[in-house]
């Protein structure tokens, strides 16, 4: 699959594997380069992990790639093609404002998607300019790499930088680039539209790319097909209940925004929840709530049955045993999503053995949270340092007997108070990318210039669970306006 090309100086290792797949699945491309890139936010730690040269990159050189102004050595620049289910309406898509300039092979082997997005017109754009406004940009860097900090799979954010141009949305805003990293970018969405405008051959191309990608396991099963499928919903159902347990809401689930790899991708109009309510939905678009909170889980299972339907002319050469193993694989997508949610909870709870009430327990907790409108992270926080105090629900009778009835499952737990202690810190983050902090981190840049705030905030974010005082002060939520809401940003 190596193909290699070194650029020794920078560190920049490209082999660039999609681009032999079949070209309906891309359209090669020229970066679109902008008059005065600047770079506002650089990822140091990521750019070691990837094995780069993080002194070349910081400098001029590294900011005209990550502007589109400059390809480096070995890089393919293209715009991938593929489809999907925009709430719940199929349509063609394709990177409008991306462009792919290469895959990355890092100093362990392994390969990573190095995408600009933000890098202007595509043969996709639909009409659009292609760019984005700083302000979209800055929210996926500061919470992609929150996310990774809080040990939820997803796309990482190397690079920032602002191109020296206004562009026209509601007002005229700053234009930025991001620089994203990724596993890939093969979508559900990517094989739906080769389902939809390619052959059964071309299915099986990509197919077989996805496996030799990310599950080279599956080609020891006896269908290396259904075993792929059965691999995505493994990893969707696990990152599902992560975004659950954490009380993130991605606010898009459209089926382009779904990864075969599992990792989170789309920061658009995503939020984390403060006061718990399963019905919260953040995004400006979303009118009825088709992506709320509550919705997660069963809109993961519907966007599975899409990549199971493009996936039937290659599981069985008969279409009716092809549908009945999509419908099999599909039908345990509930169960593992609940088993690892359970299982999360538990030890959010401190709770390590398995006793049959603790569902029970889990969702008392989470009725009472709801009815007490009960802030989601600091309810845990305050369960995990025992401080019950500046929260109505802690008040209740409802709440003491709930206490009473928690205390009473520890007992029968093997592992002591202190074990304890550190499986809740572990599990329940002390700080978050509030949507108060983010805000204000975003407006600090775009109306004053000012990246401070962003930056501060980024190194606050980057270890959720070490409990520092100075995560502490972002426990706080600070009144404003209401209800929040979000916007894609494109």
């Not at 006896?222 to 691999?231: D, H, P, Q, T």
């Not at 999509?326 to 088993?339: F, G, H, P, T, V």
Request: aromatic residues 10%; glycine residues 6%.
């Amino acid at each position: 699959m190596k193909n290699q090309s070194n650029d020794l100086e920078t560190g920049w290792r490209f082999d660039n594997s999609y681009a032999r797949l079949p070209e309906k699945f891309f359209t090669f491309m020229e970066p679109n380069p902008v008059p005065e890139p600047k770079e506002i936010l650089f990822n140091d730690a990521l750019a070691h992990e990837l094995g780069l040269n993080t002194e070349k990159l910081k400098g001029s050189g590294g900011t005209a790639i990550f502007a589109g102004n400059e390809v480096p050595r070995g890089a393919k620049p293209l715009a991938q093609a593929y489809a999907g289910h925009q709430f719940g309406n199929f349509t063609m898509l394709g990177d409008g404002r991306a462009m792919l300039i290469g895959e990355h092979l890092t100093p362990k082997d392994e390969r990573v998607d190095i995408q600009l997005k933000g890098s202007g017109r595509t043969p996709y754009s639909r009409g659009g300019d292609g760019r984005a406004a700083l302000g979209p940009m800055l929210r996926e860097y500061i919470i992609s790499e929150a996310m990774h900090a809080l040990r939820i799979p997803t796309t990482r954010s190397l690079a920032v930088v602002t191109t020296g141009e206004d562009i026209m949305r509601e007002t005229v805003l700053p234009a930025a680039i991001l620089t994203r990293v990724a596993k890939s970018h093969l979508r559900v969405g990517t094989f739906e539209f080769a389902a939809n405008w390619g052959t059964d051959e071309d299915i099986q191309k990509l197919a077989d790319y996805a496996i030799e990608r990310h599950y080279p396991e599956a080609n020891d099963a006896s269908n290396c097909y259904l075993a792929l499928l059965e691999k995505v919903i493994e990893q969707q159902a696990l990152l599902i209940a992560h975004w659950q347990l954490v009380g993130f809401i991605h606010g898009v689930m459209n089926t382009d925004n779904m990864t075969i790899s599992g990792e989170t991708i789309d920061y658009g109009p995503c939020a984390f929840m403060d006061t718990y309510d399963p019905a919260t939905v953040f995004s400006s678009i979303d009118r009825r709530g088709r992506y709320a909170y509550q919705n997660q889980p069963p809109i993961g299972g519907w966007n599975l049955a899409r990549f199971a339907e493009s996936l039937i002319p290659i599981l069985h050469d008969d279409e009716a045993k092809a549908i009945l193993l999509a419908q099999e694989a599909i039908s345990k997508y509930r169960q593992l999503y609940e088993d690892n949610w359970l299982s999360g909870m538990r030890k959010k709870l401190g709770l390590l053995n398995e006793e049959s009430n603790d569902e029970a327990l889990i969702e008392q907790l989470l009725e009472l949270m709801e009815k007490y409108k009960a802030d989601y992270t600091n309810t845990f926080l305050a369960l995990t340092f025992n401080k019950l105090c500046n929260a109505e629900i802690f008040e209740t009778d409802e709440f003491k007997r709930w206490y009473d009835a928690w205390q009473e499952r520890i007992t029968l737990e093997t592992q002591s108070e202190e074990e304890r202690l550190q499986l809740m810190k572990q599990h329940n983050p002390a700080i978050i990318p509030r949507n108060y902090y983010v805000e204000k981190a975003i407006e600090a840049a775009v109306e004053r210039d000012d990246f401070s705030v962003v930056k501060q905030f980024i190194d606050a974010l980057a270890n959720p669970y070490a409990h520092t005082p100075v995560q502490n002060a972002f426990a706080t939520v600070p009144d404003f306006e209401e209800p929040y809401r979000t916007f894609c940003g494109t």
